[in-house]
T-cell receptor
Framework: AQSVTQPDIHITVSEGASLELRCNYS??????LFWYVQSPGQGLQLLLK??????LVQGIKGFEAEFKRSQSSFNLRKPSVHWSDAAEYFC????????????FGTGTRLTIIP | NAGVTQTPKFRVLKTGQSMTLLCAQD?????MYWYRQDPGMGLRLIHY???????AKGEVPDGYNVSRLKKQNFLLGLESAAPSQTSVYFC?????????????FGPGTRLTVL
């Protein structure tokens, strides 16, 4: 069974600073990896996803993530954060072969300070 | 195009009471899901459906029942509410398998059981 670890519960960064949120997964084959964002009081929205091919994937709102098989990681990055990026971020792993379910990490809450 | 909607947005129950949460989607998606979100635990899958008339258990199904009588609706029922069911409930839908397809989330229902 697949699993996801997000080691950072809460991260605070200054507006304009760069951001990296960590995600480590466990899965026996090539995983399907997702990052979702949850703004306060809202449902989750897909930021980006990785299935295969180029290991650096671009998403919405200026986010990108890099898949590193050797490190079992799929870290989310943004070069310069905006106050509107304050939210909770969830990494998730899925799989093909008839897998109807997505496994979510516990989330990282991002606070932006002026 | 409303996407995924959930009714109600908030609810307070007393222990032992019953209620039904309604999820509706207008994207003609086959797959629908109910999650609960608790602090520090991410999203956990309660039940899901892979098509009209089908339901299946997720990670934490005990104390909940579901029905998918119409393709666009997915109902989550609590027959006898317990304080442990205090949570935020999210419905989601996807075109195909959640492990490989983007899920679209509703805004959530905040349930408190006293």
């Amino acid at each position: 069974a697949q699993s996801v670890t997000q080691p950072d519960i809460h991260i605070t960064v200054s507006e304009g600073a760069s951001l990296e949120l960590r995600c480590n997964y466990s899965y026996g084959a090539t995983p399907y990896l997702f990052w979702y964002v949850q703004s306060p009081g809202q449902g989750l929205q897909l930021l980006l996803k990785y299935f295969s091919g180029d290991t650096l994937v671009q998403g919405i709102k200026g986010f990108e993530a890099e898949f590193k098989r050797s490190q079992s990681s799929f870290n989310l990055r943004k070069p310069s954060v905006h106050w509107s990026d304050a939210a909770e971020y969830f990494c998730a792993v899925g799989a093909n072969f008839g897998n109807e379910k997505l496994t979510f990490g516990t989330g990282t809450r991002l606070t932006i300070i002026p | 195009n409303a996407g995924v909607t959930q009714t109600p947005k908030f609810r307070v129950l007393k222990t032992g009471q019953s209620m039904t949460l309604l999820c509706a989607q207008d994207m003609n998606h086959e797959y629908m899901y109910w999650y609960r979100q608790d602090p520090g635990m991410g999203l956990r899958l309660i039940h899901y459906s892979v098509g009209e008339g089908t339901t299946a258990k997720g990670e934490v199904p005990d104390g909940y029942n579901v029905s998918r009588l119409k393709k666009q609706n997915f109902l989550l029922g609590l027959e006898s509410a317990a304080p442990s069911q205090t949570s935020v409930y999210f419905c989601a839908s996807s075109l195909g398998l959640a492990g490989v397809n983007e899920q679209f989330f509703g805004p959530g229902t905040r349930l408190t059981v006293l």
